[in-house]
């Protein structure tokens, strides 16, 4: 299952919908060798998975996972730096979104962070942040929603890094064949000091699923003070 992440050098690996159960946590455990953090849904919606590879240097602080099996939040250090890492997976309807980013705010103000903490929050946010550029064919809509995850951002000092780096690109994470429509449903949310830190931050295929996977390369040099100075997260749906 997690052959394409282990060839792409992934370091950190965010997953959502991941119909995992408790049956098949030994047999995927045997597949990666490293950490795995997960939130069990239900057999065929829902999940979210963290995987952390072995050879990086990550040390758990907390862990904070959500009932509905929507979100994992994860506070760590890594490379001797504090982070917070959130990877979440949001519903479908826009009244349920709302809900939905309003206890994310909640559970991210309910965490004391150090003044340096980094926080990168990934996932299928299933929003639209601008129709013209992060839209094509449908009827794309910046839903209500949006206005809460603005919100995260502003309480939180994020960014779009991906948007940062392009801001005139179209480019899509969804696509339907038929009729074609593609949209930018998943993001990297970090926080707006990390902006030198990342190396790069792309959109690649994924294996056998009609979204990308986002990639963000970071370059730890500076805050490391052993181990790779580069680290990869890689967020697939």
């Given at each position: 299952?997690?052959?394409w992440?282990?060839?792409?050098?992934?370091?950190?690996?965010?997953?959502?919908?991941?119909?995992?159960?408790?049956?098949?946590?030994?047999?995927w455990?045997?597949?990666?060798?490293?950490?795995?953090?997960?939130?069990?849904?239900?057999e065929?919606?829902?999940g979210?998975l963290?995987?952390?590879k072995?050879s990086?240097q990550?040390?758990l602080k907390?862990?904070?996972?959500?009932?509905?099996?929507?979100?994992?939040?994860?506070?760590?250090?890594?490379?001797?730096?504090?982070?917070?890492?959130?990877?979440?997976?949001?519903?479908?309807?826009?009244?349920?979104?709302s809900?939905?980013?309003?206890?994310?705010?909640?559970e991210?103000?309910?965490?004391?962070?150090?003044?340096?903490?980094?926080s990168?929050?990934?996932?299928h946010?299933?929003?639209?942040?601008?129709p013209?550029l992060?839209?094509?064919?449908?009827?794309?809509?910046?839903?209500?929603?949006?206005k809460?995850?603005?919100?995260?951002?502003l309480?939180n000092?994020?960014?779009?890094?991906?948007r940062?780096?392009?801001?005139?690109?179209?480019?899509f994470?969804?696509?339907?064949?038929?009729?074609?429509?593609?949209?930018?449903?998943?993001?990297?949310?970090?926080?707006?000091?990390?902006q030198?830190?990342?190396?790069?931050?792309?959109?690649?295929p994924?294996?056998?699923?009609?979204?990308s996977?986002?990639?963000?390369?970071?370059n730890?040099?500076?805050?490391?003070s052993?181990?790779?100075?580069?680290?990869?997260?890689?967020?697939?749906?």
């Amino acid at each position: 299952m997690f052959g394409w992440l282990i060839k792409d050098r992934a370091d950190i690996c965010f997953l959502q919908e991941s119909y995992s159960t408790p049956e098949v946590e030994k047999i995927w455990k045997s597949q990666w060798k490293g950490e795995m953090f997960f939130l069990h849904g239900m057999e065929h919606s829902r999940g979210v998975l963290i995987l952390i590879k072995n050879s990086l240097q990550f040390e758990l602080k907390t862990i904070k996972v959500d009932k509905n099996g929507r979100f994992i939040i994860l506070e760590a250090n890594v490379q001797d730096h504090p982070f917070l890492f959130v990877n979440l997976y949001t519903p479908n309807k826009t009244n349920e979104q709302s809900t939905f980013f309003d206890k994310i705010r909640e559970e991210l103000d309910n965490f004391c962070l150090a003044d340096d903490c980094n926080s990168v929050i990934g996932g299928h946010f299933i929003v639209i942040f601008d129709p013209d550029l992060d839209g094509n064919g449908g009827n794309p809509k910046r839903k209500e929603s949006v206005k809460c995850i603005e919100n995260i951002c502003l309480a939180n000092d994020l960014i779009d890094i991906w948007r940062i780096r392009n801001p005139n690109v179209k480019r899509f994470t969804w696509r339907q064949k038929t009729p074609v429509i593609q949209w930018r449903l998943d993001f990297w949310l970090v926080s707006n000091g990390m902006q030198e830190d990342i190396d790069n931050v792309d959109v690649i295929p994924s294996l056998k699923s009609d979204h990308s996977a986002i990639v963000l390369s970071i370059n730890g040099t500076e805050i490391r003070s052993c181990g790779p100075s580069f680290w990869k997260l890689i967020q697939a749906c």
